[in-house]
């Protein structure tokens, strides 16, 4: 199994200010690309960096082509993988995406992964006029497009339901042949199932246990063996998940270093992804932090409980149970949703995941190995998480835990590999 | 274990949902979801749970003001909200397709919802599963 980090610019607003101060933006880029480099250094294998617009303190990666553009070069080795680029083409128009995919490929030598998504909340799709029954059409046809315009020479043009494009030859191309590994992202088990049969890897944002990771990687490789047909011109068979993550000598440590990390991730994305898409947010005036650091942690789990039960009244789940608690006062053992994608906020919120002393970590994630999990992606910026923290955490991983696993990805996970993409009838560009 | 049309025991559901793949396979993606809205319809008077949890759905607050809103595209038993919408207000249950084109992950994502629908109905999970939540 392989590691990287993943990021997405989190920015808590100071509890005692209603906004940031004028260097909190400056500061958390800079400290972004020293945490990359940091991670290239000790021989992490992937950098992921999200898309997201509006999002204020959850996400302030609005351009991850220019943080890894940066990356590239103070970097030499680790790959610069977007998680991901917005394809609807409101968002970014098809001719846009090659060119910039292409251009981060050149100058990183060839060290680019595409992930592409089509966004979930109403502050993003909104402000783009990307209609919420449309966004997937619109994420298919723009990336369609997009690797037409990468791979043909010239592009023969297209007209679309989304897109019209004339005859032109779109350039530069990219280095890597016949384009950048493709991902897709998602939270829920059907995307991992939609990314083997369109021959894409899977950026799972779902938090999920061993067990499932398990249970995903067999179904995906049965699909992607049996029913791919490529949205590309080459399939990148690979499952990616991710973990918080904070690492240290002890797990008293570990834990300071994770601090309230994981918790606001689970509450600023609850905020964002409930049922209203978000409609409930004051720009420039909602204060996410202080509503969080002012929940008492008891009612916050309730508040999560809450917003949990009316995403799982929605997307399937157990709402009766959880409204029950909810409105009985019972603070503890919060049953997981059954519903994935709450599921997930929910572990990102409320479980350990990847926090621990390197031991821990070992244990923790050879079950992910032995599941045969290609990538794993540790959310290390997070909350108000320091950077002296993150950079401690990434280097003893790095130091201590990091090379023997990087070890038994070559010597027992490629084979594993080879012998599943025995007699694939399809090209494949991957970095795995 | 990915499920496929062979999973399903009814020979009408089976056949349909064979011709969905079929046509997924050639790209004919409105045909593939043409065939998936016609089993769903079928799956709705087949099995009772599958009508009763769908109706549970649509009588949820948050669900009929998600839909209101358009921010809803996905519930449990609710046909998908893509490309073609499920209508109610008739004597009979109906989907109407609101544009021409489909997506193929769009297809893909009815198909894969159809076909784990109807296997699950017939290996009755969802009466196990209201009885298990006191339903």
Not at chain 1, 93 to 101: D, F, K, L, S, V
Not at chain 1, 164 to 183: A, D, G, I, T, Y
Not at chain 1, 411 to 429: I, N, S, Y
């Amino acid at each position: 199994m392989k590691f990287g980090l993943f990021f997405e610019l989190q920015l808590p607003r100071p509890y005692d200010s209603d906004t940031w101060g004028p260097e909190d933006e400056h500061r958390i880029y800079k400290e972004t690309l020293e945490q990359i480099e940091l991670a290239d250094r000790l021989g992490y294998d992937y950098v992921f960096e999200v898309e997201h617009h509006h999002l204020e303190e959850y996400a302030h990666s609005s351009a991850p082509e220019i943080v890894l553009a940066a990356a590239s070069q103070r970097t030499k080795s680790i790959r610069l993988g977007h998680g991901i680029v917005l394809t609807p083409p409101p968002y970014n128009p098809p001719g846009r995406i090659a060119e910039r995919i292409s251009a981060l490929d050149l100058v990183s030598d060839g060290r680019v992964e595409f992930g592409s998504g089509e966004s979930s909340t109403e502050l993003e799709l909104g402000a783009y006029g990307v209609p919420w029954d449309e966004k997937k059409a619109m994420w298919e046809e723009g990336l369609r497009v997009a690797l037409r315009m990468m791979t043909e020479e010239p592009f023969g043009g297209y007209e679309g339901d989304h897109v019209s494009f004339p005859e032109r030859n779109v350039v530069p191309k990219p280095l890597q042949k016949p384009h950048p590994p493709l991902w897709v992202a998602g939270g829920r088990r059907e995307t991992v199932l939609t990314a083997a049969r369109l021959g894409m890897g899977s950026l799972g944002f779902s938090f999920e246990t061993p067990e499932e990771a398990e249970e995903r990687v067999s179904t995906y490789w049965e699909l992607m063996r049996g029913e791919c047909r490529p949205i590309g011109k080459a399939v990148n068979p690979a499952l990616c998940i991710l973990s918080q993550f904070a690492c240290a000598e002890t797990d008293e440590e570990a834990v300071r270093r994770a601090g309230d990390g994981g918790a606001f991730f689970g509450f600023s994305a609850g905020h964002y992804y409930n049922t209203t898409g978000g409609r409930d947010h004051r720009p420039g005036r909602t204060h996410l932090y202080r509503e969080f650091r002012d929940t008492p942690e008891e009612e916050r789990l309730l508040m999560f409980q809450r917003r949990m039960a009316r995403r799982a009244a929605i997307h399937g789940g157990q709402q009766d149970q959880l409204e029950q608690l909810a409105g009985a006062g019972v603070a503890t053992a919060a049953p997981e949703p059954e519903n994935e994608t709450a599921r997930g906020l929910w572990r990102a919120a409320n479980t350990r995941s990847a926090i621990g002393t390197p031991d821990q970590l070992r244990d923790y994630l050879a079950k992910y190995e032995q599941a045969h999990q290609d990538v794993m992606l540790f959310v290390a910026q997070s909350g108000t998480r320091r950077h002296e923290d993150i950079m401690a955490s990434i280097e003893l991983f790095g130091r201590t835990v990091l090379p023997e696993f990087k070890e038994r990805h070559e010597t027992q996970h490629r084979p594993w590999r080879r012998r599943k993409l025995e007699g694939f009838r399809h090209p494949v560009v991957s970095s795995i | 274990m990915a499920l496929h049309p062979a999973d399903i025991g009814d020979a009408g559901l089976r056949s349909l949902l064979e011709a969905a793949n079929a046509a997924l396979d050639d790209g004919r993606n409105r045909e593939c979801v043409e065939r998936c809205a016609d089993a769903y319809l079928r799956a709705l008077q087949q099995f009772p749970a599958v009508m009763r949890g769908l109706q549970r759905a649509l009588a949820n607050e948050e669900i009929k003001a998600g839909i209101e809103a358009k921010v809803v595209r996905v519930a449990p038993f609710m046909w998908p909200r893509f490309a073609a919408k499920l209508d109610m207000d008739g004597p009979e249950p109906k989907i109407i397709f609101d544009r021409k084109s489909v997506a193929f992950v769009e297809a893909i994502q009815y198909y894969e919802f159809t076909l784990n629908l109807i296997v699950e109905a017939e290996r009755d999970a969802f009466s196990q599963r209201f009885a298990a939540q006191g339903a």
